[in-house]
């Protein structure tokens, strides 16, 4: 699927909420800038009071939990060392609760993903636009 603008990337974002049930995990891949960030936003101001504005990648916490009916945990892995740091700050159990995981970089804890984890693969391509791939493990 090809994006055009932002706009296009959080309505994604926001149509994929309507169908993210507790206990999913969506791992979203891609590079800085890529646009993870901004389809975050379309699903976490779908589901959960909270403007987009508000909404920003946890680089220096890790984790953003978002009140909702379904709790929605938005991790920001990027400075992760490795898995054993992720378990040992105890975030493992956040893949196993009723909430919804939403992960960036999730290439630093592939092998804690649960099986049924949605995969969400952005690319830049061709200026402002980006390819988005969607696959399940």
Known sequence: MLLKTESETEKFGSELALKLKPRDVVALH?????????LVKGIVEMLASVSKREIQSPTFT????????????????????????????????YLNEEGICLIEWPDRIASLLPEHTLHIKLVHFEGSRRKIDVYKT
Do not use: C, V
Request: proline residues 2%; glycine residues 10%.
């Open 62 to 93: 890790y984790l953003s939990i978002y009140e909702a009916q379904t709790p929605i945990f938005h991790f920001d892995l990027y400075r992760l060392k490795d898995h054993n740091a992720f378990i040992q700050m105890g975030f493992l159990d």
């Open 30 to 38: 891609g590079d800085l800038g890529a646009g993870k960030t901004t």
